[in-house]
T-cell receptor, first 115, second 109 residues
Framework: EAGVAQSPRYKIIEKRQSVAFWCNPI?????LYWYQQILGQGPKLLIQ????????DSQLPKDRFSAERLKGVDSTLKIQPAKLEDSAVYLC?????????????FGSGTQLSVL | DAKTTQPNSMESNEEEPVHLPCNHS???????IHWYRQLPSQGPEYVIH???SNVNNRMASLAIAEDRKSSTLILHRATLRDAAVYYC??????????FGAGTRLTVKP
């Protein structure tokens, strides 16, 4: 089966600019996650979707970050405006459901550099 | 915040077994214990998961303490390709998957 697709692979922007990342989960996966991974740290959960509804966005900086999952399939994460500290790898993951017994499948991530 | 505690780093010799510990003293009865690993420049990949009983798959074994407050990931014969950061995560009924800092495993030839 095809894996989780993310694009772009790399992105370089200047601070105060806007940027968007795209994720296409594995077909049929209802649950989708966005993570931020700063160099040297573990992935930090930003937002979790179940179909097109938000389950948890408690760690999403809502003043500048937004995410949507229209039609419950692919998803977009946006940063507007970007700050230097947003430089990180943004990972998308999906699973069949929220069940505790389901495993996550991760994409390769988008590496963002904010100059 | 992560609900697990792991050592920052561990070393192993190639072809020897490796035991990676994880403490999760606040685990609830319905939480599954998941292990993922992350190779350099890649997204995390699933290794193994379990609830109460010990689990085995082609990649590793998972030993879960009787009180479920700790677990150990066992790599039976470490190879250079096993060098990665290993994450122990509790998955709750809402599907929450919060990573900690993980254990960086170094495998020496």
């Amino acid at each position: 089966e095809a894996g989780v697709a993310q694009s772009p692979r790399y992105k370089i922007i200047e601070k105060r600019q806007s940027v968007a990342f795209w994720c296409n989960p594995i077909s049929g996966h209802a649950t989708l996650y966005w993570y931020q991974q700063i160099l040297g740290q573990g992935p930090k959960l930003l937002i979790q979707f179940q179909n097109n509804g938000v389950v948890d966005d408690s760690q999403l900086p809502k003043d500048r970050f937004s995410a949507e999952r229209l039609k419950g399939v692919d998803s977009t994460l946006k940063i507007q405006p970007a700050k230097l500290e947003d430089s990180a790898v943004y990972l998308c993951a999906s699973s069949w459901s929220v069940s505790t017994n389901e495993k996550l499948f991760f994409g390769s991530g988008t590496q963002l550099s904010v100059l | 915040d992560a609900k697990t505690t792991q050592p920052n780093s561990m070393e192993s010799n190639e072809e020897e077994p490796v035991h990676l510990p994880c403490n999760h003293s606040t685990i609830s009865g319905t939480d599954y214990i998941h292990w993922y690993r992350q190779l350099p420049s890649q997204g995390p990949e699933y290794v193994i998961h379990g609830l109460t009983s010990n689990v085995n798959n082609r990649m590793a074994s998972l030993a879960i303490a009787e009180d479920r407050k700790s677990s150990t990931l066992i790599l039976h014969r470490a190879t250079l390709r096993d060098a990665a950061v290993y994450y122990c995560i509790l998955r709750d009924v809402l599907g929450d998957m919060r990573f900690g800092a993980g254990t960086r495993l170094t495998v020496k030839p």
